[in-house]
């Protein structure tokens, strides 16, 4: 179809798709290397840091690279961390672990306590300044090939179709923004660098990428409670043996925390339902008695890639670069990737300046990929890099143990008593048939600290134009009904933290499936954790999605 449609064409030096902490970055690097670049940033939010979500303990390292006078340049970075607890919880109680056993890289002191998408809405005031031109509700539906099969640009800015995919009456076929080099920094499971990775076949020889869905609420609490700077992390209940994950609690300013909850996405019993899994975390003690009295003002969700050093793919391929979480680049025991990101996004555009100056176009940054293996990203994930496969395939006791001795002898001598550990299988094929586990039986929310998914929708502040087609796509429609049903209890009905996906069961009529695609907030867990990888998760028109204030 896109081969009849006649675009207007812009050049430019660098396309990045992707306003994050990555592109931004690259962004900005790229116009203090030489101010004559040009260079655009392509952003599927209605506004920047409209679909950033994250916990987030910002690791300043990186921003202290790429703006070494950030503390001097109003930055919205205020909150450093005081206070650093670890908890595994059960039932009714919690055990302290202490901080002392623990390897230096574990450490938050240094850190702060951000919201992303207000540091995503500064790097951007920065990069304008600078003379980036950077385009919001600018969705990149494609991507374009140069006659070499180099990624030479992509489609922008197409509006107007109608459900059904007819241009309709007030189709805007968008406009073709080619560069010299694309860079990828769309976050997790990007659906233009999925097709890399699938083109170029960059993934061959790693170990499957793996990932995690993060849940987030923004709370108002009594002051009383309030201890700006305390951080929190807790592993155990209620997740148990279903599955891994934990949760985080961070005191931000002006008496908010961040609530958030992580389920690792290789969970087997096909009846878990992470979205409750949060909810019921809140009614632990210690959470419950925090949390009293205050009030929930935000909800978002996104998947985590937590693969790390093994799953990382080859990061480009001729004329594209993928940066940030689109590779994969997030420290899991940490919890932390901003810091890899920035790093990853200042990598690329030097890698990416230098091929310019020498009057390179179309081809290989291997220069990136060499800096991002070789330099800070990489040592930083490869000390790290077993914790994550002890975890997935010998539980959390193992990690524990066995993962805090391998960060220990990798930070001490710079090797690992276990190599190189490799991740087993997908997400996606770690789900186990329904048959085989008992359903779970979840309490009802409360309204008071636990919320259903519908009513805690509404503070994603989620919003897609009904008339446009679902940009959530069946490979094969007859799927969900006739094998996800019987073997998973189809579970699009729980793993989705936004209600997409429902099972509509009428009396006398066979079940049906239905997506809610108006709810998405793009977290795009679908795309990793359906069974039978029958779902497909690409970009709808610009500004749709979440419009997080400052997540």
């Not at 690791?59 to 607890?85: C, F, H, Q, Y």
């Not at 990932?211 to 309030?226: C, F, R, S, T, V």
């Not at 925090?290 to 990382?312: C, D, H, M, T």
């Not at 009904?481 to 009428?506: K, M, S, T």
Request: a neutral charge; hydrophobic letters at 40%.
């Amino acid at each position: 179809m896109s081969e009849q449609i006649t675009r207007e064409e812009m050049e430019y030096d660098v396309v990045i798709v992707g306003a994050g902490p990555s592109g931004l970055s690259a962004a900005i690097r790229l116009k203090q290397l030489d101010t004559n670049l040009s260079v655009v940033v392509l952003e599927k939010g209605s506004e920047v840091g409209a679909h950033i979500l994250s916990g987030a303990v910002l690791d300043p390292s990186g921003l202290d690279a790429l703006l070494p006078d950030w503390r001097s340049m109003g930055a919205p970075i205020k909150t450093e961390v005081t206070e650093d607890n670890f908890y595994i919880l059960g039932p009714a109680g919690q055990i302290r672990i202490p901080n002392w056993p623990m390897p230096p890289l574990m450490n938050n002191h240094g850190n702060y306590i951000v919201s992303m998408a207000n540091v995503c809405r500064w790097l951007a005031t920065v990069a304008e300044g600078l003379g980036v031109e950077i385009f919001p509700g600018m969705s990149c539906s494609e991507l374009v090939y140069g006659a070499s099969g180099e990624v030479r640009g992509v489609v922008a800015g197409e509006f107007g179709r109608n459900p059904d995919g007819t241009p309709g009456p007030s189709y805007e076929p968008g406009m073709v923004l080619a560069g010299k080099y694309v860079f990828l920094s769309e976050g997790v499971r990007g659906s233009l660098a999925k097709e890399v990775i699938a083109k170029y076949d960059l993934s061959a020889g790693k170990s499957p990428q793996k990932y995690g869905l993060g849940m987030k609420e923004i709370w108002q609490i009594d002051p009383a409670k309030h201890h700006q700077g305390r951080v929190t992390h807790t592993m155990g209940w209620p997740l148990g043996s279903n599955a891994g994950g934990g949760s985080f609690i961070y005191h931000l300013e002006n008496n908010q925390v961040y609530v958030g909850f992580v389920v690792h996405l290789n969970y087997e019993n096909p009846h878990l339902y992470p979205y409750m899994e949060f909810q019921r975390f809140k009614h632990h003690p210690m959470v419950a008695d925090l949390l009293k009295g205050g009030k929930r003002v935000a909800y978002g969700a996104r998947a985590i890639s937590e693969g790390g050093w093994q799953s990382i793919p080859k990061m480009v391929a001729p004329g594209v670069a993928l940066l940030g979480c689109t590779a994969g680049l997030v420290n899991v025991p940490r919890i932390k990737g901003n810091h890899n990101a920035m790093l990853s996004g200042k990598a690329a555009a030097e890698a990416a300046h230098a091929a310019i100056t020498a009057g390179r176009r179309g081809d290989e940054l291997t220069a990136y990929e060499t800096q991002v293996r070789d330099g800070a990203i990489g040592q930083d994930l490869k000390r790290v890099r077993n914790v994550k496969p002890l975890w997935s395939n010998y539980g959390l006791i193992a990690s524990l143990m066995g993962g805090g001795l391998d960060m220990w002898t990798n930070t001490l001598f710079g090797l690992s008593v276990f190599g190189t550990l490799k991740h087993r299988k997908s997400d996606a094929a770690a789900t186990g048939l329904a048959a085989d586990f008992a359903p779970i039986d979840y309490p009802k929310p409360d309204g008071v600290l636990s919320f259903d998914r519908l009513t805690n929708l509404a503070f994603s502040a989620t919003n897609h134009d009904a008339d446009q087609p679902a940009h959530l796509r069946l490979t094969d429609p007859s799927i969900p009904i006739g094998v996800n049903l019987p073997q998973f209890n189809e579970p699009a009905q729980r793993y989705c933290p936004a209600g997409v996906y429902e099972v509509i069961a009428e009396a006398g009529k066979e079940p049906r499936f239905q997506i809610n695609f108006q709810n998405c907030v793009h977290c795009k867990t679908c795309d990793i954790k359906d069974p039978s990888q029958n779902i497909t998760w690409t970009t709808p028109q610009g500004g749709g999605g979440p419009n997080y204030p400052n997540m």
